[in-house]
């Protein structure tokens, strides 16, 4: 096997790393986690993961985690509301919509992302995960690489894998092509305890996701799966607004004031998520990887998910793909089709940057619909054709 007697370092904890470390403990190869937050209890950010039968429930499934997921899943938390700006409901599938439907192709079942963390961190072997390890650079070193951390611990590593996000400090090494921003911003909310602080929302919410499309903007929200609720201001704006805005986002008066300013033809209704909100504020200016991205493989470095393709997140696709990434490039280095470890990350980084490519148009292509003058009407074809 390409990688006996190798040690293989993953730098970065999120869905892709976990699973990529999963695929190949299961294929007995040596690997470590070297992930910069302090411990497993880290609050995980970001909304619930719907997860597609082709990609992300695939690797789950090769993973041998597949009772695990079912077992942690939240039904109907891919219960659908469309609404206006006026909060009026134009489109509910909660009457329809089925709890559980594996055998279906197109069900995309919701997991809170700190619970999918947790099924793979309990899949792993124990000192798998080396916490606080805030990755700072890496230098060749007997044809592999010697890590340096924060914390002032160095290793090394046959082969080094980044899984370390849209902000990748391995991708520099491979590649220095950056990706561009999309021209959508979010300002992502957390209320916890929704059903107490928000009531109202969260009474309409029902466990399920809105979306709300109104004057070239959006609000679109969830629930999480320790009964918080996530929310997501969506609009256009210059790539350096964060800066440039003046906002003080821990402030939440200042952006209370903020979206009645920016959303002025949006219902009241809208305050009480703005109001309520449990931590700061989180802003995110959209980015993409160039759609024909393409570099020299390395002998002994790869990436996988957001560190080799951010895209926007309007086609649901960067978790999945992600672990999809994690499913091929494990297949890739432990099958005996390839003749070096080179080829294999070569095979792997082919078909990757191809199938990337597709999804990162597509989620180009639903930014500009979701947040066109039409929005509303677009949103709907599509949800009746569905």
């Given at each position: 096997?390409?990688?006996?007697?190798?040690?293989?370092a993953?730098?970065?904890?999120?869905?892709?790393?976990?699973?990529?470390?999963?695929?190949?403990?299961?294929?007995?190869?040596?690997?470590?986690?070297?992930?910069?937050?302090?411990?497993?209890?880290?609050?995980?950010?970001?909304?619930?993961?719907?997860?597609?039968?082709e990609?992300?429930?695939?690797?789950?499934?090769?993973?041998?985690?597949?009772?695990?997921?079912?077992?942690?899943?939240?039904?109907?938390?891919?219960?659908?509301?469309?609404?206006?700006?006026?909060?009026?409901?134009?489109?509910?599938?909660?009457e329809?919509?089925?709890?559980?439907?594996?055998?279906?192709?197109?069900?995309?079942?919701?997991?809170?992302?700190?619970?999918?963390?947790?099924?793979?961190?309990?899949s792993?072997?124990?000192?798998t995960?080396?916490?606080?390890?805030?990755?700072?650079?890496?230098?060749?070193?007997?044809?592999?690489?010697?890590?340096?951390?924060?914390?002032?611990?160095?290793?090394?590593?046959?082969?080094?894998?980044?899984?370390?996000?849209?902000?990748?400090?391995i991708?520099?090494?491979?590649?220095?092509?950056?990706?561009?921003?999309?021209?959508?911003?979010?300002?992502?909310?957390?209320?916890?305890?929704?059903?107490?602080?928000?009531?109202?929302?969260?009474?309409?919410?029902n466990?399920?996701?809105?979306?709300?499309?109104?004057?070239?903007?959006?609000?679109?929200?969830?629930?999480?799966?320790?009964?918080?609720?996530?929310?997501?201001?969506?609009?256009?704006?210059?790539?350096?607004?964060?800066?440039?805005?003046?906002?003080?986002?821990?402030?939440?008066?200042?952006?209370?004031?903020?979206?009645?300013?920016?959303?002025?033809?949006w219902?009241?209704?809208?305050?009480?998520?703005?109001?309520?909100?449990?931590?700061?504020?989180?802003?995110?200016?959209?980015?993409?990887?160039?759609?024909?991205?393409?570099?020299?493989?390395l002998?002994?470095?790869?990436?996988?998910?957001?560190?080799?393709?951010?895209?926007?997140?309007?086609?649901?696709?960067?978790?999945?793909?992600?672990?999809?990434?994690?499913?091929?490039?494990?297949?890739?280095?432990?099958?005996?089709?390839?003749?070096?470890?080179?080829?294999?990350?070569?095979?792997?980084?082919?078909?990757?940057?191809?199938?990337?490519?597709?999804?990162?148009?597509?989620?180009?292509?639903?930014?500009?619909?979701?947040?066109?003058?039409?929005?509303?009407?677009?949103?709907?074809?599509?949800?009746?054709?569905?």
């Amino acid at each position: 096997m390409l990688l006996e007697n190798k040690q293989v370092a993953i730098i970065g904890g999120g869905p892709g790393g976990l699973t990529l470390a999963r695929l190949l403990q299961l294929k007995n190869v040596n690997v470590k986690v070297y992930e910069r937050d302090l411990n497993k209890n880290a609050r995980v950010q970001g909304s619930p993961l719907d997860l597609h039968d082709e990609s992300g429930l695939a690797a789950i499934r090769k993973a041998n985690l597949f009772n695990e997921f079912k077992n942690n899943f939240m039904p109907g938390a891919d219960k659908t509301l469309i609404l206006d700006e006026q909060a009026k409901i134009f489109y509910s599938d909660h009457e329809t919509n089925l709890e559980e439907d594996f055998d279906n192709e197109y069900f995309r079942p919701e997991i809170d992302r700190g619970v999918l963390r947790k099924i793979l961190l309990e899949s792993l072997k124990p000192e798998t995960i080396i916490w606080d390890s805030h990755f700072i650079s890496m230098e060749k070193q007997n044809g592999g690489w010697l890590l340096h951390f924060k914390n002032g611990s160095s290793v090394y590593a046959d082969i080094v894998i980044g899984s370390d996000g849209a902000n990748s400090k391995i991708r520099p090494y491979i590649t220095d092509i950056k990706p561009f921003y999309s021209g959508i911003t979010m300002l992502e909310g957390n209320i916890y305890e929704s059903k107490k602080a928000a009531p109202h929302i969260d009474s309409l919410l029902n466990g399920g996701k809105i979306m709300a499309f109104g004057n070239e903007k959006n609000i679109l929200l969830g629930q999480k799966g320790d009964g918080a609720l996530g929310f997501y201001a969506s609009f256009k704006v210059d790539e350096n607004w964060t800066q440039n805005s003046g906002l003080d986002f821990s402030d939440k008066s200042q952006i209370v004031e903020w979206f009645k300013k920016v959303y002025p033809e949006w219902s009241i209704t809208w305050y009480e998520l703005f109001e309520n909100v449990s931590a700061a504020y989180i802003p995110r200016p959209i980015y993409c990887m160039p759609l024909d991205q393409n570099w020299e493989t390395l002998s002994n470095t790869t990436i996988i998910g957001d560190a080799a393709h951010v895209m926007p997140p309007f086609a649901g696709e960067g978790a999945n793909m992600a672990m999809l990434d994690a499913l091929e490039l494990s297949e890739c280095l432990t099958s005996n089709t390839y003749n070096t470890i080179q080829e294999a990350i070569g095979n792997y980084e082919n078909n990757m940057r191809e199938r990337a490519s597709k999804a990162a148009q597509e989620s180009l292509e639903n930014g500009e619909k979701m947040h066109s003058k039409d929005s509303l009407e677009t949103m709907l074809a599509f949800f009746s054709r569905e």
